[in-house]
């Protein structure tokens, strides 16, 4: 069974930093294209970007680059969001996601080109 567990949110001051987990099991970790999304109260959930562990390839959204890095320990099956010069925007529940496989570069951002979701971990930037 695929498993997905976000956890690392927390209350940052803006400018701060935050680091998120993904916890992963049930699934090749290597083989499947893993991404992080948010979802900001009365907003849809946004596609803010995407690792496939096995070649480290990553995807990120305009909104967040430059500041948020994506990483895997692969040791460990966890993915990492390191967000860098939070901003108040920023303030949302974000979820880690995944499907079996690669994913094309157009979708990678679209919620629904995945299948597996973990549960949501609430980042609070304050300013």
């Known amino acids: 069974e695929v498993q997905l567990q976000a956890s690392g949110g927390g209350l940052v001051q803006a400018g701060g930093s935050l680091r998120l987990s993904c916890a992963a099991s049930?699934?090749?970790?290597?083989?499947?294209?893993i991404g992080w999304f948010r979802q900001a109260p009365g907003k849809e959930r946004e596609g803010i970007g995407c690792?496939?562990?096995?070649?480290?390839?990553?995807y990120y959204a305009d909104s967040v680059k430059g500041r948020f890095i994506i990483s895997t320990d692969n040791g460990k099956n966890t993915m990492y969001l390191q967000m860098n010069s939070l901003k108040p925007e920023d303030t949302a529940v974000y979820y880690c996601?995944?499907?079996?496989?690669?994913?094309?570069?157009?979708?990678?951002?679209?919620?629904?080109?995945?299948?597996?979701w973990g549960q949501g971990t609430l980042v609070t930037v304050s300013s």
């Open positions: 996601a995944t499907r079996d496989g690669r994913i094309v570069a157009s979708a990678r951002s679209r919620a629904d080109a995945y299948e597996y």
């Open positions: 049930g699934f090749t970790f290597d083989d499947y294209d």
């Open positions: 690792i496939n562990p096995g070649d480290g390839i990553t």
